[in-house]
Nanobody
Framework: DVQLQASGGGLVQAGGSLRLSCVVS????????IGWFRQAPGKEREGVSC????????NYAGSVKGRFTASGDKSKNTVYLQMNSLKPDDTAVYYC?????????????????WGQGTLVTVSS
């Protein structure tokens, strides 16, 4: 079974940093792409970033480009989202999604498998 375990959320002041982790099981590293999404109260889930474990390709939403960095660790079968210069608008529940292949997209329908979310709260 494919399982995704997201963690690393928390409370941070504006300008601070957090690193989210998505531990992947049931997938072989290099066979999947991970998408990072977030959902704020009353809003739709939006794509933030993605990472292809096959070739390291990344993609970012304009709102986080230059502040967030996605990466992967083959030895741990884990994908990370380093979030720097956090803003109150980044407050949301963050989710990781996974799918086969290497296409790195930012739309929810591009991912079959989902982990539970991790809450990120950025105070002003």
């Amino acid at each position: 079974d494919v399982q995704l375990q997201a963690s690393g959320g928390g409370l941070v002041q504006a300008g601070g940093s957090l690193r989210l982790s998505c531990v992947v099981s049931g997938f072989t590293y290099s066979d999947y792409v991970i998408g990072w999404f977030r959902q704020a109260p009353g809003k739709e889930r939006e794509g933030v970033s993605c990472f292809s474990s096959r070739d390291g390709t990344t993609n970012y939403a304009g709102s986080v480009k230059g502040r967030f960095t996605a990466s992967g660790d083959k030895s741990k079968n884990t994908v990370y989202l380093q979030m720097n210069s956090l803003k109150p608008d980044d407050t949301a529940v963050y989710y990781c999604g996974a799918d086969y292949g290497s296409y790195c997209g930012l739309r929810t329908y591009e991912y079959q498998f989902w982990g539970q979310g991790t809450l990120v709260t950025v105070s002003s």
